[in-house]
């Protein structure tokens, strides 16, 4: 008896489960709407109809239930949707996905994954090359050349080559862009160098500061690049000299200095083709990218296409630059000391800008533009012109 009434109990309380089970599922069935089904077997004819392709996600949801491939191909295509933000500060909140374009060196695709093409597989790994062949480039120079040196003796009388407030010019023009060359390398190619030294913990937070360090850089940037250019435009005007150097390389080759004047060709190359041309492209899509044009609308196009032309213009003036800086330091003995206590000593002025120099000696260039800073001896005219007999 009670092995009966044991057996009966299970059976009910089985049926009670059951029962509890496949209730909520019917509910949750209605509620949702949707009704298993498979699309391959249901309707099969329903793609016969001529407007098949235009129906609606509503339309292909009444003869095929779960197709909703009318919505995906609107999304692919860029259609915008409904969206209570203003179009003023949100153009695109509506849009999921971009139309599809071809930037130059990416397949037919959405716009944003053309960038990705265009920044991924030409600009990152070209531009990671164009940078290892400038700094091989110098290393190169540098073992097989060495050093120039100077010829002759130094007098100790000093020429004054820069001004304190051409050195502070020049200076805070330098510290800006070797600060945001190496945030922007570290941006751009540190997760093949650093990530995997020092930890994705440590790479984020290093990259998120150099992220904002590069956006405060880049104004301050801008605005010395501009004090730079007006402030050493009159010496690098063009001249005829200049292409004499140009075609004997400098003398780079030939150990044979070129008689230049202030700067020489090679220094103009690198006014007008890093500082006025490249600069202007730089400052101008990096002001793209920290939106601080005014009345510009901020879409992802426009964005994409800034960052685009921002990272190619800037690895050709980081290449350039690399050549400056080495002469600037190492390439050339005295070449720092000049910009970083103004003067030069004769010998040094005769040796690589006799042009400069005589007109210093003619009395043309005054060999002293600022107050002294020192009681240190500066040639004259006159001191000059004796040196020189």
Request: glycine letters at 10%.
């Amino acid at each position: 008896m009670r092995r009966m009434l044991l057996t009966v109990g299970l059976a009910l309380a089985a049926l009670g489960v059951s029962a509890q089970t496949a209730v909520p599922a019917a509910q949750a069935e209605t509620s949702l709407g949707v009704k298993s089904a498979n699309v391959f077997q249901l309707a099969p004819g329903a793609d016969a109809d001529p407007k098949y392709k235009d129906q609606t996600n509503a339309e292909r949801g009444q003869v095929q239930p779960g197709n909703n491939a009318p919505m995906w191909r609107a999304v692919g295509q860029g259609v915008t949707g409904y969206s209570s933000l203003p179009k003023s500060e949100a153009p695109e909140a509506g849009n999921l996905i971009q139309p599809f374009v071809q930037y130059p060196g990416s397949r037919l695709a959405s716009a944003g994954e053309s960038w990705r093409q265009v920044r991924n597989k030409i600009i990152i790994p070209y531009g990671a090359a164009l940078l290892l062949i400038a700094v091989g480039a110098m290393a190169l120079f540098y073992f097989s050349k060495g050093t120039i040196e100077l010829h002759g003796e130094e007098t100790g009388r000093k020429i004054e080559r820069f001004t304190p407030f051409e050195r502070s010019a020049h200076w805070a023009n330098a510290i800006a862009f070797v600060t945001l060359a190496i945030s922007g390398v570290v941006m751009a190619y540190g997760k093949f160098f650093l990530l995997p030294v020092i930890g994705a913990t440590l790479f984020g937070w290093l990259t998120y500061a150099l992220k904002n360090l590069h956006n405060f850089a880049g104004p301050l940037f801008a605005v010395s690049l501009v004090v730079v250019f007006v402030t050493f435009l009159k010496d690098n005007m063009p001249s005829k000299h200049d292409m004499v150097w140009l075609l004997k390389g400098g003398g780079l080759f030939s150990n044979t200095e070129v008689p230049s004047h202030r700067f020489n060709a090679g220094e103009k190359v690198v006014f007008w083709g890093g500082v006025l041309f490249l600069g202007a492209i730089v400052v101008a899509s990096g002001l793209v990218l920290d939106k601080l044009i005014p009345g510009l609308i901020y879409e992802r196009s426009t964005m994409q296409i800034a960052n685009m032309v921002h990272g190619v213009a800037t690895l050709f003036m980081m290449a350039m630059f690399i050549g400056h800086i080495y002469m600037g330091t190492i390439g050339m003995r005295g070449a720092y000391k000049a910009m970083r206590e103004g003067y030069v000593d004769e010998t040094w002025a005769k040796e690589h800008h006799e042009l400069w120099y005589d007109d210093v000696k003619a009395g043309k260039i005054p060999a002293q533009r600022s107050v002294p800073a020192s009681s240190a001896p500066v040639a004259t005219a006159s001191a000059a012109s004796t040196a020189s007999v």
